[in-house]
C-alpha cells in the first residue's frame, strides 16, 4: 500500500511559476522505480483530468495539450518523488492537483484504474 503526499500548491499570478512534489512512501519496502507517476487535477464543477506522466525509467512522458509546453514533469527514484513544475500558469490552470502511481504503463493510467492517489494540493492562479 503506497502512500502519496503532495506538497507546492499555493496562490500565484498568472505568468507564474509552482512547482509540485509528490513524495511516496509505504509501510513495507517497496521499489519506486516499479510504478509509473502522473499527474491529474480536477477543478471545481469539473472532471478529474490528467495533466501528465512519466514511465518507470523516466525517459518518456506524455502532456495534455492544454499544457504542453509549460509543464514539465520529473521523477526522482532515488528519493522516491516526482515533481510538476508549472510555468506560465493561466487562471484556468486553477485546481486541485493530485499525484498518482501505479504499475501501468502511462498509456493505461487512467482514473478509474489507478489504486494509488494522494490527497490533492490546491493550486490557484489569479490576481
Known amino acids: 500500500q503506497l502512500q502519496l503526499v503532495e506538497s507546492g500548491g499555493g496562490l500565484v499570478q498568472p505568468g507564474g511559476s509552482l512547482r509540485l512534489s509528490c513524495s511516496v512512501s509505504?509501510?513495507?519496502?517497496?521499489?519506486?522505480?516499479?510504478?509509473?507517476m502522473a499527474w491529474f487535477r480536477q477543478a471545481p464543477g469539473k472532471e478529474r483530468e490528467s495533466v501528465s506522466c512519466?514511465?518507470?525509467?523516466?525517459?518518456?512522458?506524455t502532456y495534455a495539450d492544454s499544457v504542453k509546453g509549460r509543464f514539465t514533469i520529473s521523477r526522482d527514484n532515488a528519493n522516491n518523488t516526482a515533481h510538476l513544475e508549472m510555468n506560465v500558469l493561466e487562471p484556468e490552470d486553477t485546481a486541485v492537483y493530485y499525484c498518482?502511481?501505479?504499475?501501468?504503463?502511462?498509456?493505461?493510467?487512467?482514473?478509474?484504474?489507478?489504486?494509488?492517489w494522494g490527497q490533492g494540493t490546491q493550486v490557484t492562479v489569479s490576481t
Open positions: 512519466i514511465n518507470m525509467r523516466g525517459d518518456r512522458t
Open positions: 498518482a502511481a501505479d504499475t501501468l504503463p502511462c498509456a493505461s493510467m487512467m482514473s478509474s484504474h489507478i489504486r494509488y
Open positions: 509505504a509501510p513495507s519496502a517497496f521499489t519506486f522505480h516499479y510504478y509509473t
